[in-house]
């Protein structure tokens, strides 16, 4: 959680993005989470008046001696004990605590942002008998910074993710930790600090907050932009590659092949890497490969990243589904004054966009292990300098060995990536004395999907090096038939993209640790700060 992701937002009008007037967007969710939109409450008098009756009805319900789930009953398997008038506003407050049993690493800040989110978002929609104070101190907490320390283990997913939601609630309420301004902090302190009157909860409060998908779909927002970005950068890594392999001529037979693609996605990443390889008039003979043919991470890559193109509208709509519920139990309808019980807490849409998405993350980053390898394999790589080498005449350049250790890193990345790719769905186990005995670990599926697309964009991370080292190796070289590299060769937009890489990563020329420019470079794709289609 020390790593803050969120991009400066310095000098920049900001957008302010509007709950409980219309829709929330992943774009939404990834702005607030990285500090490039402002937030608030709508202010229509229907919108108020809707959640002020929330609770009103509520209290009507209680006085009238209706049973309510987690109101006027215990929790899960406790659902059978009452609880009497004179304990239901003490109920909220006893359950946060005794869900602090959260342990893990603490989500990173723009997780955590789009964690609190996801939530009010939901809470917003009128349905969860809350009261406009809470929804404006999760406003709050978004507003000046102040984030949860929200572990990562202890979600099943259904009842929805209570434990890490616990830890929002708790900090409404001025207890655990948050992080703010650079250090952890308890939270009574900078509540104190900065003159915030913590919550009391009222009844089904402290239900209503940690009774949620949040965590996993605020999770899968920010998923569902990096593989969007990640797809256009696989693809730009691919028209680099194919420049540098002097690859196959049929991403140039725009008039043969690709026509006769059936699925979008594929021709969306087949016109984008011809667009890229349209470099001059007379283009240089990209064929070395193989004359018919080539390796299929190269030939077959608009058909590796074209799956994630097409499946992406569908992973929005389900995702945006969820992000937009009531998705905690029970629902007061303030129009019918009746009180619905139900399972909205569930998460398997989100598990099942989650488990499938990291699947496809993870083939490409093992097509992109397939590329790194041809980038550094003498067999194909056309002699560019990236480890020692025999006929090389320089004794010192025979002793460096450049790229050999970021190769068998990446290795290891995509080992783990594509370990990771069994569905966590499958492994619900019962819990809470069988209370709980068919589960989404939607949560869990949303972390893994994260750690494969970090792994994956580390891969990315060092293709882009080897490849800036690549071009950099081509350019210093006497000019020969294979040098074709001149600088006349790439589209503006190619062109820009290789400025930008030359501006972040120094030019290897002796063996050096490479980790600083892979952390750099991982910062940079992560923020989406290079350009792409």
Not at 25 to 31: G, M, N, Q
Not at 132 to 137: I, K, S
Not at 376 to 395: A, C, M
Request: charge should be negative; proline fraction near 4%.
């Amino acid at each position: 959680m020390d790593n803050d992701h969120a991009s400066s937002t310095s000098g920049l009008k900001q957008t302010t993005i509007v709950f409980g007037s219309c829709p929330i967007t992943i774009e939404d969710v990834f702005a607030i989470s990285h500090r490039t939109a402002k937030m608030k409450l709508s202010e229509d008098e229907k919108f108020v008046n809707r959640i002020q009756l929330g609770q009103q009805t509520l209290q009507k319900l209680i006085c009238e001696g209706h049973i309510v789930y987690g109101v006027t009953t215990g929790y899960g398997n406790s659902c059978n004990v009452n609880i009497s008038q004179e304990l239901v506003n003490e109920l909220p407050g006893q359950l946060v605590r005794f869900l602090g049993a959260g342990l893990g690493s603490y989500f990173e800040l723009d997780e955590t942002r789009a964690i609190i989110t996801a939530r009010l978002v939901s809470l917003a929609n009128g349905f969860s008998a809350v009261r406009l104070e809470l929804l404006n101190q999760l406003v709050m907490l978004i507003q000046q910074d102040i984030l949860p320390c929200v572990p990562q283990e202890g979600s099943v997913g259904a009842s929805g993710d209570l434990i890490p939601l616990s830890y929002v609630a708790a900090v409404l309420c001025g207890e655990r930790d948050v992080y703010y301004q650079g250090k952890i902090q308890p939270t009574y302190k900078v509540f104190e600090e900065l003159k915030i009157e913590p919550l009391k909860l009222a009844p089904k409060e402290g239900l209503a907050i940690t009774n949620g998908t949040s965590v996993m779909t605020g999770l899968a927002c920010l998923a569902f932009s990096r593989s969007t970005y990640l797809a256009q950068l696989c693809t730009r890594i691919t028209s680099l590659a194919v420049v540098w392999l002097k690859g196959n001529n049929s991403f140039k037979q725009d008039s043969f092949t690709f026509p006769l693609d059936v699925h979008m996605g594929e021709k969306l990443v087949s016109k984008r890497i011809r667009q890229d390889l349209i470099l001059q008039d007379n283009p240089p003979d990209y064929s070395k490969i193989t004359e018919t043919n080539g390796p299929y991470s190269i030939i077959s890559a608009p058909h590796i990243i074209g799956i994630l193109e097409d499946a992406l509208p569908f992973f929005r709509k389900i995702i945006e589904a969820e992000l937009n519920s009531t998705n905690d139990n029970p629902i007061i309808d303030v129009d019918s004054q009746r009180v619905f019980h139900g399972g909205m807490f569930y998460g398997g849409h989100i598990a099942f966009v989650m488990d499938s998405l990291k699947s496809i993350i993870a083939n490409l980053a093992d097509m992109m292990d397939r590329q790194m390898e041809l980038l550094v394999n003498l067999n194909f790589n056309n002699n560019i300098l990236v480890g020692n080498q025999e006929g090389v005449n320089d004794l010192h350049m025979k002793a460096i060995l450049r790229f050999k250790a970021l190769r068998i890193a990446i290795s290891n990345w995509t080992a783990q990536a594509i370990k990771l790719t069994m569905p966590a769905s499958v492994f619900s186990r019962p819990t809470e004395s069988n209370n709980q005995d068919k589960v989404s670990l939607g949560t869990l599926a949303a972390r893994d999907c994260c750690i494969v697309l970090e792994l994956t964009e580390r891969i990315a991370a060092g293709l882009l090096i080897t490849i800036r080292q690549a071009m950099a190796s081509q350019m210093t070289l006497p000019n020969t038939s294979g040098n074709h590299f001149e600088s006349g060769c790439f589209t503006p937009e190619l062109k820009q993209f290789i400025d930008i890489l030359n501006e972040n990563i120094n030019f290897i020329t002796d063996d050096i640790p490479i980790e600083p420019f892979l952390l750099q470079l991982g910062t940079i794709i992560r923020e989406q700060r290079l350009k792409l289609y």
